[in-house]
């Protein structure tokens, strides 16, 4: 049986519709709270590796207050040199490109620029051709996802972007054939948002303005529905692209 190792972050931040879809096709879910102090697998041929998201950033590597980011760091490149199929999510997307050579700058916007941050639903479009990868065919209409990030992810030149948003060109990369970074979230459900609006309410407000709540939970409303199909598929094509043999 193939054995997913989940790194998580924090409580709120769960690998949720990630989860569902491994335990469905026969893999064995084993979710690791770093900030419990639980410690980092040791991997092995034929396991898979899925590092989830969390307010710190690539610029808290030596922050002793997150002292199992830089071994995290070690265990992805680890994962890399032993083809262990991985994937980031967010701050695991960054994680990865670090990992590999890049790393993180403020996201800007508005007029004039100014560090902003990407927050709430909006779609993200395939950057290439379809060609045989199921990924990308997956992404040949725009998908609505959400987003909540004020980073943007500088890629290693062995990076190939597959997908990007209006206002952030690395939402959906890969590196090698075993490895893929998501700047934003297909896991997360209605329940897991609204958690995260009320427990995020500083760097929402920041990027929304003081209704930014009201506005996420619209969004949530109009959006998470509907695209819950399509980041389903998405979700099956990118694992059946790393474990081929589960789905």
Request: with cysteine; hydrophobic share 45%; aromatic share 6%.
């Amino acid at each position: 049986m193939t054995r997913l190792f989940v790194v998580q972050h924090l409580d709120r931040e769960t690998p949720g519709l990630f989860e569902d879809l491994a335990q469905q096709h026969g893999m064995s879910v084993h979710v690791i709270r770093v900030d419990l102090g639980e410690p980092l697998p040791s991997l092995v041929k034929g396991d898979g590796l899925l590092v989830l998201g969390g307010p710190m950033g690539v610029g808290d590597l030596h922050n002793p207050a997150f002292p199992w980011l830089e071994d995290e760091v070690l265990l992805i490149q680890q994962a890399l040199e032993h083809q262990i199929p991985f994937v980031g999510v967010c701050l695991g997307a960054q994680l990865l490109a670090h990992a590999c050579g890049g790393g993180v700058e403020p996201l800007l916007g508005g007029d004039p620029p100014r560090p902003l941050a990407e927050v709430g639903w909006a779609p993200i479009t395939s950057t290439l051709e379809a060609g045989n990868q199921s990924v990308i065919r997956s992404l040949i209409q725009p998908l609505d996802v959400l987003h909540w990030h004020g980073d943007r992810i500088i890629l290693p030149k062995n990076a190939n972007v597959l997908a990007s948003s209006v206002r952030c060109r690395e939402q959906l990369f890969r590196i090698g054939p075993l490895a893929y970074g998501l700047q934003f979230h297909l896991e997360v459900e209605d329940e897991d948002v609204f958690r995260w609006i009320a427990e995020d309410n500083d760097f929402i407000c920041a990027a929304l303005g003081d209704n930014a709540a009201d506005i996420l939970r619209d969004q949530q409303q109009l959006y998470s529905s509907s695209s819950r199909p399509r980041r389903l598929k998405l979700l099956s094509d990118l694992f059946s692209e790393l474990w081929p043999s589960q789905f």
